[in-house]
């Protein structure tokens, strides 16, 4: 998913490659976390941080200060400026991840057994 959602952006504009960033991270903690992350948490960080980009790029005529930004983030909940989206998101991401979670758990157990009977 990140390698493909990577190539998109790539090609679709040099604002990606301005702003990767923001996406670099949020993967880099999704899978680097394992099942110590708090999802819910990782992809409120994204939306925030991904309303920061956006209102900075799509008023470029003005200089925004970080607390501004910050204050942009927090009332974006309310605003909704990505309508539904991260809610469908938190959904779809939850639920891959519960099937990474028990696939990775099945396998580690398979390992074990094997071990143990190769013994």
């Known amino acids: ?8 952006g790539t090609s679709t504009s040099q604002m ?3 702003h990767i960033y ?3 991270s949020c993967f880099a903690v999704l899978f680097s976390a394992g099942s110590s992350v ?7 960080d994204f939306w925030s941080r ?8 799509v008023n470029p005529q003005y200089q925004f200060s970080e607390d501004y930004l910050e204050c942009v ?7 909704q400026p990505f ?9 779809q991401v939850s639920r891959a991840f519960i099937a990474a ?7 580690a157990s398979g390992r074990d057994i094997v071990h143990k009977a190769t013994k």
């Open 1 to 8: 998913m990140h390698h493909s959602f990577n190539s998109l």
């Open 16 to 18: 990606h490659t301005k």
């Open 22 to 24: 923001v996406m670099k």
């Open 38 to 44: 708090s999802l819910a948490e990782v992809l409120s």
């Open 50 to 57: 991904l309303v920061e980009r956006v209102f900075s790029l």
């Open 73 to 79: 983030s927090k009332h974006a909940e309310q605003l």
């Open 83 to 91: 309508g539904d989206v991260p809610r469908k998101l938190r959904v």
């Open 101 to 107: 979670r028990s696939l990775s758990q099945g396998l």
